[in-house]
C-alpha cells in the first residue's frame, strides 16, 4: 500500500474513533440528571455557595425517584439541608427535624447540619436536633462530645441561654 493511502486510512480511523468516543457521553450536560445535579451541587457547597447548593439539590430532589434511588435522594436532601443552615436556619432545623422522624440519619449527617448550624451561631435551631437526639437516644457518647463543642462554641459566643439550654443536655463546659 502506498503511504498517501496509509495516512488516509490513518485520518479515516481516527475520524471514526473520534466519533465513537463523543458519542459515549450522556448527549448533554451531567446536570442533566439527577446525579449529575447532586454533584454539582456538592461542588457548590464545597465552595461555600450556598445558593447555588440549595437550588441545585432543590432541582435535584424533583427529579429523583427516590424509592428507586433512596441513597441519591437522601444524600440531596442532606445537601439541600445543610446549605439551608447557612441561609435559613429555621428552615433547615424543620426540614432535619421533618428527616430525623421519617429516616434514620447517621450521627455524621447529622453532625455536619449541626455544626453548620453552629458555624453560622444559629445555637438555639442547633439546640433543638441535639434535643431530638438526645430522646432518640442513638450514638450517646458521639452526641455527648458534640454538645460539648456545641457548648464551647456558644461560651466563646457569650451566648449564655445557648450555654443554660445545653447544661439541660448534659453540658458542663470547662472553665479552665
Not at 142 to 163: F, H, N, P, Q
Request: with cysteine.
Amino acid at each position: 500500500m502506498n503511504r498517501s493511502i496509509q495516512y488516509a486510512c490513518a485520518a479515516l480511523l481516527c475520524l471514526a474513533l473520534a466519533g465513537t468516543v463523543s458519542s459515549c457521553g450522556d448527549g448533554g450536560k451531567s446536570t442533566d440528571t439527577p446525579a449529575g445535579l447532586v454533584k454539582e451541587a456538592n461542588q457548590a457547597l464545597g465552595r461555600k455557595e450556598w445558593p447555588a447548593a440549595a437550588s441545585a439539590f432543590g432541582a435535584a430532589l424533583e427529579k429523583i425517584d427516590a424509592t428507586a434511588q433512596p441513597e441519591l435522594a437522601m444524600s440531596a436532601r442532606l445537601g439541600k439541608i445543610e446549605a439551608l443552615a447557612h441561609l435559613d436556619a429555621k428552615k433547615s432545623k424543620a426540614e432535619m427535624l421533618e428527616l430525623m422522624e421519617t429516616h434514620d440519619v447517621s450521627f455524621a449527617d447529622f453532625s455536619t447540619v449541626t455544626t453548620a448550624l453552629v458555624s453560622g451561631r444559629h445555637f438555639d435551631d442547633a439546640i433543638a436536633l441535639l434535643t431530638v437526639a438526645k430522646e432518640k437516644g442513638k450514638d450517646q457518647e458521639k452526641l455527648k462530645a458534640l454538645i460539648e463543642t456545641v457548648g464551647d462554641r456558644a461560651k466563646s459566643a457569650g451566648d449564655s441561654g445557648a450555654v443554660a439550654a445545653l447544661a439541660g443536655l448534659g453540658y458542663v463546659g470547662n472553665d479552665n
